[in-house]
């Protein structure tokens, strides 16, 4: 790989000696990593007959590398959301939560670049399990894959939106906390993505500095006083990285939060509250994150008052609701809705103010879990509702062999064979107790109702 000179000189500028070191891991394999999620994740965590042996990534307790990097489409567990692939450095937004933000009680948060969809699964994981976050995501043609992993994902207090600029406005100062990964010149992903070296110049850095700036300034108005903001990008230089904190800090009255951190970890503090990762220094790819609490004193927008209802949801009606709570977790308070197209979305009692709010203050938006439609007199379960952790646990199952489960995931039809239910109707199909979507059982047959956007399309072996 043949770097751009100017980007030579510039890391030969910021490195000094260590800039020999750095451009030989830079020309090495990138390093290979997942992170597990809490809630469905039932493997070993030192071995793994799909992934092979994996080591802990030091600051998320999630996080695992991996020796080789296997073929994640034909691992079931994958489709099913038991983790997520994730680079490594960017998962440092665990411990930065972790030590700046009290996990103990339920919090507002925001990610604002979201998809597709890594910071807002990590939010989902690491905050307290009623927490709300909110996954926005400007770039209309992203939101598919923003959708797709935060469906896997599974967690019930979430919600999409795709909002800009003066949008933010109307919703005050209300998150706790603003996790804010902007576009960036993507140096760090130099080893990963040629294209990226392709598209970079110095002209091409400054552009992304003032595009970082104009998200900040518009999204930073959510954050309430004594809120958080984590602000990072995969990138080197120090115009896009300590440039903009510097900025933020004089513009937004923030105050920058330093964390102790191990030496071993490898990780430089280039400035207060604002941290570096190199991939001489440690296994992983570029990274840069920067820590702010808003000054309690600072100005603010007051949230605005919750409305009653929503704009165009309507309660579903009483005599449709016997048909629907089965398929969730009696577990929590469930309220019902109908969208204008006929979905039927499931929402948590103790949310329905937030999303209220949320749905007066934004024009595109998408609130609750999708729980299915009424076709008829029948009630046709949506493949989100199986693989959220919402679902309830007596919903009739049939359990796959690997072989059943790649087979079902390119939406094939096979022989049942075993465990097949006695029910008939709907059944949700599992590998390893984990939902992988939904099958009608018939009286000689069955219908596999994986969504067609969701097949593997690669040979199985």
């Known amino acids: 790989m043949e770097l751009p000179p100017p980007f030579v000189r510039q890391m030969r500028a910021l490195l000094g000696e260590a800039y020999e070191a750095f451009a030989v891991a830079l020309a ?224 937004f009255d923030l105050e920058p939060l330093s964390f102790d951190l191990p030496p071993e970890w490898g990780i430089v503090e280039s400035a207060p509250g604002a941290y570096r990762f190199f991939p001489h220094r440690l296994r992983g790819e570029g990274f840069f994150l ?42 929590r308070e469930w309220a019902f809705f109908t969208a204008p197209k006929g979905d039927v979305l499931a929402m948590p009692e103790a949310l329905l103010p937030d999303l209220r709010l949320l749905d007066h203050a934004l024009t595109n938006k998408w609130l609750g879990i999708r729980v299915g439609q009424f076709k008829g007199r029948d009630f046709v379960p949506d493949h989100a509702l199986a693989l959220n952790t919402a679902l309830a646990p007596d919903v009739p199952a049939v359990d796959f062999d690997r072989e059943q489960a790649l087979l079902f995931l390119k939406k094939e039809q096979f022989p049942l064979t075993g465990a097949a239910p006695k029910a008939r109707g709907w059944v949700v199909g599992r590998y390893e107790g984990l939902p992988l979507g939904w099958l009608k059982m018939l009286p000689n047959r069955w219908n596999n109702y994986l969504p067609p956007e969701r097949r593997i399309r690669m040979a199985v072996e």
């Open 28 to 251: 090495e394999e990138p390093p290979v990593s997942i992170r597990l999620n809490p809630r469905k994740w039932k493997g070993n965590l030192a071995f793994d007959p799909a992934l092979g042996a994996t080591t802990p990534v030091p600051w998320c307790a999630e996080g695992r590398y991996l020796a080789s990097r296997p073929i994640f489409t034909l691992d079931p567990r994958f489709h099913a959301g038991a983790y997520y692939v994730q680079e490594a450095s960017s998962m440092f937004l665990c411990e930065a939560l972790r030590r700046s933000v009290d996990l103990s009680r339920p919090l507002r948060a925001l990610d604002v670049c979201a998809a597709p969809g890594g910071k807002t699964t990590l939010l989902q994981a690491a905050l307290h399990p009623n927490s709300l976050v909110v996954a926005n995501e400007v770039v209309r043609t992203r939101l598919s894959a923003l959708r797709e992993n935060v469906e896997k994902w599974g967690h019930p207090h979430s919600a999409m939106t795709s909002a800009q600029g003066d949008e933010w406005e109307h919703l005050g100062a209300w998150f706790d906390i603003v996790v804010m990964d902007v576009p960036c010149s993507g140096e760090g992903l130099f080893r990963k993505t040629p294209e990226a070296v392709r598209e970079w110049s110095p002209p091409h850095v400054e552009a992304c500095s003032l595009r970082q700036r104009g998200i900040l300034t518009s999204a930073l108005k959510t954050l309430r006083p004594g809120g958080i903001l984590l602000y990072s990008t995969c990138t080197f230089n120090r115009t896009e990285n300590e440039g903009n904190a510097a900025w933020l800090a004089e513009t």
């Open 290 to 331: 920067a820590a702010f609490r808003k000054k309690a004193d600072a100005p603010a927008l007051l949230p605005p008052r919750p409305p009653a209802t929503f704009r165009r949801l309507q309660p579903l009606e009483r005599a449709s609701l016997s048909a629907v709570r089965p398929w969730l977790d009696e577990g």
